[in-house]
T-cell receptor, first 113, second 114 residues
Framework: DVKVTQSSRYLVKRTGEKVFLECVQDMDHENMFWYRQDPGLGLRLIYFSYDVKMKEKGDIPEGYSVSREKKERFSLILESASTNQTSMYLC????????????FGPGTRLTVL | SQQGEEDPQALSIQEGENATMNCSYKTSINNLQWYRQNSGRGLVHLILIRSNEREKHSGRLRVTLDTSKKSSSLLITASRAADTASYFCATASGGSGNTGKLIFGQGTTLQVKP
């Protein structure tokens, strides 16, 4: 079974802190994605990566950066957390460029105070 | 930008009844996928239907795709309380330059009452 793990289920941070959310997949997938999910807005793509050290902006990259130094790991970084970044963050991975099935982690619920 | 629009936003039925959810999209697609999300958890892939397919079955799930109307439906037959979840459609764009991105709808929240 494909397994996508996220470093924390729940996280509470203060405004201005630097926040790291980590995602690891164990199926040698090329593609990895970070989404945020908010009530009434559905899933919105923040960044994605289709290879090591490659990254592409999604629909809402502002306030975020990413790092992919190894194929299995994709990190989302909030350089200076703000209250409007309180959300559910979901990581996903997929096998190929051919829009294959995405496999999701359990999510990290981040609260910024 | 949101491509998939789902209808209804919320659905409440009794156990044993069928549940139908609809998804409309705007641009050409390679495939359309349905995902399920239990409260507070990640999404789980249910079924994928390619643009050259019209209907697909998986257990109690039946998906149809009408590319002329740019719409899809998900039917869950003989629903169970455990089917209570949110259901999302997701589209993979057609054409070249495919990057593996999916565009998700806003989801239908299904409640199945025992």
């Amino acid at each position: 079974d494909v397994k996508v793990t996220q470093s924390s289920r729940y996280l509470v941070k203060r405004t201005g802190e630097k926040v790291f959310l980590e995602c690891v997949q164990d199926m040698d997938h090329e593609n990895m994605f970070w989404y945020r999910q908010d009530p009434g807005l559905g899933l919105r793509l923040i960044y994605f990566s289709y290879d090591v050290k490659m990254k592409e902006k999604g629909d809402i990259p502002e306030g975020y950066s990413v790092s992919r130094e190894k194929k299995e790991r994709f990190s989302l970084i909030l350089e200076s957390a703000s209250t409007n970044q309180t959300s559910m963050y979901l990581c996903a991975s997929s096998f190929s460029h051919n829009t294959d099935t995405q496999y999701f982690g359990p999510g990290t619920r981040l609260t910024v105070l | 930008s949101q491509q998939g629009e789902e209808d209804p936003q919320a659905l409440s039925i009794q156990e044993g009844e069928n549940a139908t959810m609809n998804c409309s999209y705007k641009t050409s697609i390679n495939n359309l996928q349905w995902y399920r999300q239990n409260s507070g958890r990640g999404l789980v892939h249910l079924i994928l239907i390619r643009s050259n397919e019209r209907e697909k079955h998986s257990g109690r799930l039946r998906v149809t795709l009408d590319t002329s109307k740019k719409s899809s439906s998900l039917l869950i037959t003989a629903s169970r309380a455990a089917d209570t979840a949110s259901y999302f459609c997701a589209t993979a764009s057609g054409g070249s330059g495919n990057t593996g991105k999916l565009i998700f709808g806003q989801g239908t929240t299904l409640q199945v009452k025992p």
